[in-house]
C-alpha cells in the first residue's frame, strides 16, 4: 500500500500476523505495527528538536 493513502477499516481489520513485525503506513506519519502474537498497536513518528520520536496510541 503507498505510504500517502489513508489505510481503510478492511485493511486494518484483514491485516493478520506474519513470522515477523510489520508495519502498515497511513498519512502523517502515523501507522498501524502488527505484531507476530496478532496484536495491532497504532504510532506516530515525527520529529522534535532535530531527533525522530515516536508517540504511542494505543491499540
Known sequence: MPPNI????TAIR???CDSKH???FDSGGLFLR???S???LWRFK???DGK???LSLGT
Do not use: I, N
Not at 6 to 9: K, T, V
Open 6 to 9: 489513508a489505510l481503510s477499516d
Open 14 to 16: 484483514s491485516a493478520k
Open 22 to 24: 510489520y508495519k502498515m
Open 34 to 36: 502488527v505484531r507476530t
Open 38 to 40: 496478532g496484536a495491532k
Open 46 to 48: 515525527y520529529r522534535f
Open 52 to 54: 525522530e520520536l515516536q
